[in-house]
């Protein structure tokens, strides 16, 4: 980060002043009185202006602040940021969280210091995607409240975090992609355009796709980022996914798989096992597909995938096994199936199998349907998952000789 603000920028000090303040719920008029007018102080906090020493020492007496300015303590921040930073765009995710546990127990001192803005970003980092809403929360609304101080270099970091978030979080595509494609607009950057890749499969458009996951993967290969070319290999056989051409993406998945048994990582074997776990089902192979699944110890990993647990129910479903079917459903909820489908949608899963396994007639159902669409409707980022159940959907319709129906399911 060579963005650092020092004390005699009018920015730092800005900064400094408008979120400590903020932090202390203390207005301006208040921080102002008997020191400057409350205009001078505004035009403080927006970094239009560096007040004399004498205003700085009073304004940060009364916020209770002690400025942390050291050049020692400023060169050991910016070390901890930029090996943060760069062990996260490496996916080093155990280093990055012992990284910034020892950087989070200086968070007073940072904010009080040239680095205030830096480590609000580090930390909007650090729990972007993450079930700790209140941290994320708080580092964005710190960020938020001094934005226009931000470099193009630190706004581009907010811009790419935020956008990260969105899409895995609350799904919005096209608000995700807006941040994201903001943070290309700064330099182009291997994770922006794999993220970009995943915006357009979910969006159904498998060349914009493949072009951007291409190009993330040029730049990966360009800077060195093993475990993101790895990660790569897997989006191409995604995009292949949605192209129904199940035996390249299996080849790009076993190259993925290779490098990943190379350096020994069990958590994404585990997930490209369940990857070619699917894909075989896809080409109706299902002894290949279950022992991909029978290789995995129900690891719980962060990446989107679709479970194991529903693989299974799949396969059965489709062999009309009900009762391995029946044992298989409860599983749905275990807490490697729960990472990555919502309890709801585990609850309509195990219901419509269940459904199945109690009634013969059960295409001729209407309760059959009711639950389909309840399923395509909740399923909005494991897209060929969705593909599945609209693929029974359309197969009620036409059995039921709603032709109409079946034609315009999307």
């Not at 303590?73 to 490496?90: A, C, H, Q, T, V």
């Amino acid at each position: 980060m060579n963005d650092v603000l020092y004390k005699n920028n009018q920015k730092v000090i800005g900064s400094i002043v408008r979120l400590n303040r903020i932090k202390k719920n203390m207005s301006q008029k208040a921080l102002a009185k008997g020191i400057c007018v409350p205009s001078y102080l505004s035009r403080i906090e927006n970094g239009e202006l560096l007040p004399s020493d004498d205003v700085i020492s009073i304004l940060f007496e009364r916020l209770g602040l002690k400025f942390n300015d050291s050049a020692e303590f400023i060169e050991k921040g910016l070390k901890s940021f930029e090996r943060f930073l760069n062990d996260l765009n490496f996916n080093e995710f155990d280093y990055t969280n012992k990284i910034f546990r020892d950087i989070e127990k200086y968070e007073d001192d940072f904010i009080t210091s040239p680095l205030i803005l830096d480590y609000y970003l580090v930390k909007l980092a650090r729990y972007c995607s993450t079930p700790e809403r209140d941290k994320f929360e708080g580092a964005k609304e710190s960020i938020l409240s001094a934005f226009d101080l931000l470099s193009p270099k630190q706004e581009s970091l907010y811009n790419f975090y935020i956008g990260v978030d969105i899409l895995n979080i609350t799904g919005d595509i096209s608000e995700g992609k807006k941040y994201i494609e903001k943070a290309l607009n700064y330099k182009e950057n291997g994770h922006c355009y794999y993220w970009l890749s995943y915006v357009y499969r979910v969006e159904n458009n498998p060349i914009k796709a493949y072009d951007s996951i291409k190009k993330a993967l040029a730049l990966y290969v360009e800077e060195g980022n093993f475990i993101s070319i790895m990660e790569s290999y897997e989006k191409t056989a995604e995009v292949y996914f949605m192209l129904d051409n199940h035996a390249d993406a299996i080849n790009y998945l076993k190259m993925s798989l290779r490098m990943a048994e190379k350096i020994k990582n069990s958590y994404y074997i585990e997930y490209i096992n369940s990857m070619l776990a699917w894909s075989y089902f896809k080409i109706q192979d299902y002894n290949t597909s279950f022992k991909y699944l029978k290789k995995n110890t129900g690891l719980i990993d962060h990446r989107m995938i679709i479970p194991d647990s529903v693989i299974e129910c799949l396969i059965y479903f489709t062999l009309e096994d009900r009762e391995n079917l029946k044992n298989s459903i409860n599983k749905l909820d275990t807490p490697q199936s729960l990472e990555h489908i919502s309890k709801d949608l585990s609850n309509i899963l195990f219901k419509l199998f269940n459904f199945y396994i109690e009634n013969e007639n059960y295409i001729k159902s209407p309760v059959w349907e009711g639950l389909l669409i309840y399923i395509v409707d909740d399923i909005t980022q494991l897209v060929e998952l969705r593909k599945v159940f609209i693929s029974y959907l359309k197969e009620y319709y036409i059995h039921n000789r709603r032709y109409k129906d079946a034609l315009f399911l999307k």
